[in-house]
């Protein structure tokens, strides 16, 4: 299992770098980085909070996914893809925070939102996560399975902190 996904991540990830990210692309990778989201989380928890929804819960989990990832980078040790690897964080791939914290803000929102607006979140989620998930790929900032990795990290956490 672990060589048919390690054979998967290497096929992918050399597919990806064969076009480089662009500008919008690492624009993109800079609104969804931990702090950025951080700090739409805690926007959109006042959003929430002023339409009377619970909002404490979309404001804690994007900082809660970056922890956790953090700390599951910490023990694992993943080299990043290409020349990445020997950069100063060349050794903290697995899971994507990039990935882990817009999942986790928009799954929480998805939960706090009334339901006629659930539709548009879930787009939104799976297109920003998608979106990120190709710039991180195409940057060789992540393997594959990295980023798949972030996006569960980020719905399970958002779905647990959700409607606090």
Do not use: N, Y
């Not at 702090?35 to 006042?46: D, K």
């Not at 023990?75 to 990043?80: E, I, N, S």
């Not at 986790?104 to 920003?128: K, M």
């Amino acid at each position: 299992m672990h060589l048919a996904i390690s054979s998967f991540d290497r096929v992918m990830s050399w597919s990806a770098r064969r076009q480089p990210a662009g500008q919008t692309a690492r624009l993109m990778a800079k609104l969804c980085s931990p702090w950025a989201t951080a700090a739409q989380g805690i926007a959109a928890a006042v959003v929430l909070r002023a339409a009377g929804r619970p909002a404490a819960g979309v404001a804690i989990a994007p900082v809660a996914a970056d922890a956790c990832a953090r700390l599951i980078k910490g023990a694992t040790h993943r080299p990043r893809p290409g020349w990445k690897r020997f950069s100063r964080d060349g050794h903290r791939s697995f899971p994507s925070s990039h990935v882990a914290g817009p999942a986790a803000l928009l799954t929480a929102v998805w939960i706090d939102s009334p339901p006629r607006a659930r539709i548009v979140v879930a787009v939104a989620l799976g297109a920003v996560v998608a979106a990120i998930g190709v710039e991180r790929l195409r940057a060789a900032a992540h393997w594959p399975s990295d980023i798949a990795a972030g996006t569960v990290l980020g719905v399970f956490i958002g779905a647990a902190l959700g409607r606090l």
